[in-house]
C-alpha cells in the first residue's frame, strides 16, 4: 500500500463505518430475521461498492469494510439500547 492510498482507504472505512451507525439504530427497532432487519443490515453493501470501485480498491480490501460495516451497526445497535426511554 503505498502513501497516496491512506487517505482513499480512511474515507472508505469511514463511509463503511459511518453509514452503518444509523442503519444499526434502525435495525434494532425490528424483529430479528424481518424483512425490515434484512434491508436495513444490507443497505449500505452496494454503496460501498460503488465507492470502492470509485477509489479503486481491489476485490481483497472487502473483509476490511466488511469489519468496519459490522462495526457500525454494533455501534447503532448499543445507541438504541442505551438511549432513555
Known amino acids: 500500500m503505498?502513501?497516496?492510498?491512506?487517505?482513499?482507504?480512511?474515507?472508505?472505512?469511514?463511509?463503511a463505518l459511518g453509514s452503518n451507525i444509523p442503519l444499526g439504530y434502525f435495525r434494532a427497532r425490528y424483529r430479528k430475521f424481518s424483512v425490515q432487519w434484512f434491508i436495513l443490515i444490507h443497505a449500505s453493501?452496494?454503496?460501498?461498492?460503488?465507492?470502492?470501485?470509485?477509489?479503486?480498491?481491489?476485490?481483497?480490501?472487502i473483509p476490511l469494510t466488511l469489519v468496519a460495516a459490522v462495526a457500525g451497526q454494533l455501534i447503532g445497535?448499543?445507541?438504541?439500547?442505551?438511549k432513555p426511554q
Open 2 to 15: 503505498s502513501a497516496d492510498q491512506i487517505a482513499p482507504l480512511a474515507i472508505l472505512l469511514a463511509f
Open 45 to 61: 453493501i452496494p454503496f460501498i461498492i460503488i465507492l470502492r470501485n470509485i477509489l479503486e480498491f481491489s476485490w481483497r480490501w
Open 77 to 82: 445497535v448499543r445507541l438504541y439500547r442505551r
